[in-house]
């Protein structure tokens, strides 16, 4: 039987919520940037120097909040097993000593003996334990997201997250650079633009959909964001997929 071997590599996530699941061992440490984890309802924010355990099997969502880079190490079970290396002996993320650190950044190129040696101080008790953050955003996303037409508010924002308003539109800035307000605007636009391209939608229809006032209110907003109206970025957009079935002929 062979058995697979690990897979060690720099990524970087995107900023919207994705979710996975697959039959290995997952170790993600952050580098830079910041990266939210939900994984069986547990919460977890992969930053510098924080490692976070993915046990096969798990499914889990992630986000990124800004630009972001992490050393992702995919480890086979059959692998683990055969070398017996506990990954699940990790309960909660842990801040690497520095030394760790910035060892990790050798091991896309290390050999079977050094990833081995690394993994071993890594999952020992080595380092210190980091709590879960009290602002967990996948959950703030995917409950704002699922009703863009409410008209949320800041405080309405903070009672999800259990967080008082001020401390609340703190962090959120904190981790994301903008106003919980900014990212609302954002986040309505963006689907505004998917129901555009992908649906027959009235621009009524459509503005009302993503929480905006009226059509006026979503146009006005829509050209200070991307200086054209909704409906000539419709006719750009159909014509560009126009364009590209035809080359595709």
């Given at each position: 039987?062979?058995?697979?071997?690990?897979?060690?590599?720099?990524?970087?996530?995107?900023?919207?919520v994705?979710?996975?699941?697959?039959?290995?061992?997952?170790?993600?440490?952050?580098l830079?940037?910041?990266?939210?984890?939900?994984?069986?309802?547990?919460?977890?924010?992969?930053?510098?120097?924080?490692?976070?355990?993915?046990?096969?099997?798990e499914?889990?969502?992630?986000?990124?909040?800004?630009?972001?880079?992490?050393?992702?190490l995919?480890?086979?079970?059959?692998?683990?097993?055969?070398?017996?290396?506990?990954?699940?002996?990790?309960?909660?993320?842990?801040?690497?000593?520095?030394?760790?650190?910035?060892?990790?950044?050798?091991?896309?190129?290390?050999?079977?003996?050094?990833?081995l040696?690394?993994?071993?101080?890594?999952?020992?008790?080595?380092?210190?334990?980091?709590?879960?953050?009290?602002?967990?955003?996948?959950?703030?996303?995917?409950?704002?997201?699922?009703?863009?037409?409410?008209?949320?508010?800041v405080?309405?924002?903070?009672?999800?997250?259990?967080?008082?308003?001020?401390?609340?539109?703190?962090?959120?800035?904190?981790?994301?650079?903008q106003?919980?307000?900014?990212?609302l605007?954002?986040r309505?636009?963006?689907?505004?633009?998917?129901?555009?391209?992908?649906?027959?939608?009235?621009?009524?229809?459509?503005?009302?959909?993503?929480?905006?006032?009226?059509?006026?209110h979503?146009?006005?907003?829509?050209?200070?964001?991307?200086?054209?109206?909704?409906?000539?970025?419709?006719?750009?957009?159909?014509f560009?997929?126009?364009?590209?079935?035809?080359?595709?002929?």
């Open positions: 039987m062979i058995v697979p071997r690990p897979v060690v590599e720099m990524r970087a996530y995107p900023n919207r994705l979710t996975d699941r697959h039959d290995f061992h997952q170790l993600l440490l952050g830079s940037g910041s990266v939210e984890l939900e994984t069986d309802g547990r919460g977890a924010r992969v930053v510098a120097g924080v490692l976070v355990p993915i046990i096969a099997g499914q889990h969502h992630y986000l990124a909040l800004r630009d972001n880079d992490c050393l992702a995919d480890l086979p079970v059959p692998w683990c097993e055969a070398l017996e290396l506990d990954v699940s002996m990790i309960h909660v993320p842990r801040r690497l000593p520095s030394a760790l650190v910035a060892s990790a950044s050798e091991l896309t190129a290390a050999s079977p003996t050094a990833l040696s690394w993994l071993n101080e890594a999952l020992s008790d080595t380092g210190t334990k980091v709590t879960a953050p009290r602002l967990r955003l996948i959950q703030l996303i995917s409950i704002v997201e699922a009703d863009l037409a409410h008209p949320w508010r405080n309405e924002m903070a009672v999800c997250c259990h967080l008082a308003e001020a401390v609340f539109a703190r962090q959120f800035r904190a981790l994301t650079g106003t919980p307000h900014t990212w605007i954002t309505r636009l963006d689907r505004a633009r998917h129901l555009m391209s992908e649906s027959t939608a009235s621009m009524t229809e459509i503005a009302l959909t993503c929480g905006f006032a009226d059509a006026a979503f146009s006005r907003t829509f050209r200070r964001q991307y200086g054209c109206a909704p409906k000539e970025w419709r006719g750009n957009a159909r560009m997929e126009k364009s590209r079935a035809h080359e595709e002929l």
